[in-house]
């Protein structure tokens, strides 16, 4: 009797390291009870999507791979976007700062001096002060009168070419608007 049990001791080790082995085979896979979860791509993912998401329940609480899944797609498309962000964020600081250089060479070559758009203007009243401080205006002088007939006439002259501007550009219009009908009469017959 005590050989028939050594007999069946060293069987049933033999077997355990066969197993252990590989030889005994492998167990089958079987798929998941859960069902996939319903989220598109990490790259395209929105918060509608988390809003809608249902994490399946499991018995002891939710499905540890499903959530598992969803937290590595929603850290995935976090850093997708915080990547675009920031890759954005340095465009628009090269930008601005090609635009502040582009605008500190334009107005500070050298030798240029300062440019304005307008000269400056001469008071329209010679003022005399007397001695009680307050100024007291005078009739313009010629000079003054000069320069107001030049502005009106600077301004006249600005206001004619603006208006042939205008026409010019609405003939162009006219002629666009021709060819465009004569197209479309071409596509038709």
């Known amino acids: 009797m005590l050989v028939v049990l050594a007999i069946a001791a060293l069987a049933i080790l033999a077997c ?12 089958t896979e079987f798929p ?32 540890t791979q499903s959530v598992d899944e969803t937290l590595r797609r929603v850290s995935s498309a976090l850093s997708a976007r915080d990547t675009r962000i920031a890759v954005l964020e340095q465009r628009v600081s090269e930008l601005l700062a090609s635009r502040l250089q582009a605008r ?14 307008h000269l400056p203007e001469p008071p329209a009243y010679d003022r005399d002060l007397p001695e009680s401080g307050d100024p007291q205006p005078t009739e313009p002088s010629a000079a003054v009168e000069e320069m107001k007939t030049a502005e009106a006439n600077a301004a006249e002259a600005e206001a004619a070419e603006a208006q042939a501007e205008e026409a ?22």
């Open 32 to 63: 998941p009870d859960v069902p996939p979860l319903d989220l598109p791509e990490s790259g395209q993912l929105t918060a509608v999507d988390f809003m809608k998401l249902q994490l399946p329940v499991n018995l002891v609480g939710y499905h």
């Open 104 to 117: 500190q060479e334009v107005y500070a070559s050298p030798g240029a001096g300062l440019r304005t758009e």
């Open 168 to 189: 010019a550009a609405g003939a162009d219009s006219e002629v666009e608007g021709e060819a465009e009908k004569a197209k479309e009469e071409a596509e038709r017959s």
């Open 16 to 27: 355990v390291v066969l197993v252990s082995l590989g030889r005994g085979g492998e167990l």
